[in-house]
Nanobody, 121 residues
Framework: QVQLVESGGGLVQPGGSLRLDCAAS????????MAWYHQAPGKQQRELVA????????NHDESVKGRSTISRDNAKNAVYPQMNRLKPEDAADYYC??????????????WGQGTQGNVPS
């Protein structure tokens, strides 16, 4: 069974960095895209960064461009998104998502369980 597991997050002081480890496992044939989202209290979920795993295309939302990076390890089916120079308004729940072609032939969008990023004011 395919699953996507996240780790990281936690308490980050203003000006610090937040990094997640997002790793997919299970019956995976290929991963098309992996993306990083956040959802601040009372706001809609927003995509921050998306990376096409078969190439070198990465898109950063304007709100985080210049502060966000994402690296990946295709052999581990993993991405490592990071946001730098955090502000209190970056406090949110953070999620990873992956578009996966399973070994069975089925395509699925798999979400991680989410993790909190807390930035005190």
């Amino acid at each position: 069974q395919v699953q996507l597991v996240e780790s990281g997050g936690g308490l980050v002081q203003p000006g610090g960095s937040l990094r997640l480890d997002c790793a997919a496992s299970g019956g995976i044939r290929v991963i098309d895209v992996m993306a990083w989202y956040h959802q601040a209290p009372g706001k809609q979920q927003r995509e921050l960064v998306a990376t096409i795993t078969s190439g070198s295309t990465t898109n950063h939302d304007e709100s985080v461009k210049g502060r966000s990076t994402i690296s990946r390890d295709n052999a581990k089916n993993a991405v490592y998104p990071q946001m730098n120079r955090l502000k209190p308004e970056d406090a949110a729940d953070y999620y990873c998502d992956a578009g996966i072609h399973e070994a069975s032939g089925k395509w699925t969008a798999e979400w991680g369980q989410g993790t909190q990023g807390n930035v005190p004011s």
